[in-house]
């Protein structure tokens, strides 16, 4: 890809507490090395001393806010994919000026080398924000109940495996005897955490259904298909943001990285397992949704015929793969429902025009 050379390319390592810089002039030489602290108004400097420079960048914990803000000053940025970039971490010699540099030289000479990023708006990122925090309480409600769980198993004492939700009060029955009185003692400050935890994972559902009806109501076309729930959909919408910005709808599994790796030299083309490359936790939704599909209460559709076609082939790891490749298809059937506003129809032509 060419692309003419700016006046100025800046490469910035993010840190914490102080971003290192480095800035090459029109004919590639070392203008200016050094830190500048992590602040809004030393990005605005930067930006002063430098107009309409290009920005580069690696992912990271800062790099939405500063490349939006670096994008409103007017600056073309380059936000680096950081799981590319092996130059940098595997270099033996490495330190925040040398990655500054190197991203300099490599953005300068062709940023399609950088494999780029697209941050999403600052709206969807907020609005994200619940459904992760709500991920986090679900995560460790979990993580207590099976403490609880094989605790209870070592003293011989049986649970059943109701849902989370009521997996206290099922207990406390169970405990209510008193032999048992100086377990449930010791277990109740646990349960009443739980019994928190249980009330504030429902107040974020209850406040992710509103915003699915306010601000994105195109969550309840995506929810037409088996599986795909309001947690599901709204990331879907919020992860990927403008579905335009995709060349195609296949392209989006290799975004969210359920596509294979691939190895090939010569003769040899080596069968790899999938990337899992890109954001963890839609890739982790859509599995499940998937696994849902596939399981015995998914509702017959093209999509769980085609799944579970796969997984009669046979073969290691049939159902695994097929769940994989029915993810993979679904975020393809989803890309292309938000793209062209489509309605899902459990059929083999798997969407149509709205009416």
């Known amino acids: 890809m060419k692309t003419k050379i700016p006046p100025h390319t800046i490469g910035i390592d993010l840190g914490d507490k102080r971003h290192a810089i480095c800035v090459l002039d029109n004919d590639g030489d070392i203008g200016e090395q050094r830190s500048i602290t992590n602040h809004k108004e030393s990005i605005r400097r930067l930006s002063r001393k430098y107009p309409k420079a290009r920005m580069i960048m690696e992912t990271g914990t800062h790099s939405p806010w500063i490349s939006r803000m670096l ?17 940098i971490y595997t270099n033996h010699r490495k330190s925040d000026e040398a990655d500054a540099l190197i991203l300099a030289r490599i953005g300068r000479f062709d940023p399609e080398l950088l494999y780029p990023i697209q941050h999403g708006s600052e709206k969807h990122q907020r609005d994200l924000l619940q459904i992760k925090l709500r991920d986090t309480l679900v995560r460790q409600r979990v993580t207590i109940i099976c403490s609880i769980r094989g605790v209870l198993k070592s003293l011989g004492i049986k649970t059943t495996s109701p849902s989370s939700a009521c997996f206290t009060r099922r207990l406390r029955d169970t405990l209510s005897s008193q032999e048992n009185s ?9 349960l009443e955490v739980i019994d928190l935890i249980s009330k504030k994972i429902k107040i ?49 599994g290799a975004y969210l990285g359920l596509t294979p790796k691939r190895d090939q030299s010569g003769d040899t083309d080596k069968q790899l397992r999938i990337s899992k490359a890109g954001n963890t936790y839609l890739r982790r939704l859509l599995v499940g949704s998937c696994q849902y599909a596939l399981g015995k209460f998914g509702k017959e559709c093209e999509l769980r015929t085609r799944g579970l076609r796969l997984a009669e082939r046979g073969g290691p790891r049939a ?31 798997q969407v149509s025009e709205a009416a």
């Open 71 to 87: 994008q409103d000053l007017d600056h073309e940025v380059v936000v680096a994919n950081a799981r590319k970039l092996r130059m």
């Open 182 to 190: 100086d377990i449930f003692e010791i277990l109740e400050p646990s």
């Open 204 to 252: 974020f559902d209850e406040k992710l259904t509103e915003l699915a009806e306010k601000e994105y109501p195109e969550s309840k076309r995506l929810r037409q298909i088996s599986g795909v729930g309001i947690i599901t959909a709204l990331s879907f919408i919020l992860i990927i943001d403008d579905p335009a910005r995709f060349k195609n709808s296949r392209s989006v």
């Open 319 to 349: 159902k695994k793969k097929a769940v994989i490749a029915t993810a993979r298809k679904l975020a393809t059937i989803m890309h292309s429902m938000l793209l062209n506003k489509s309605d899902y129809i459990a059929e083999p032509t």
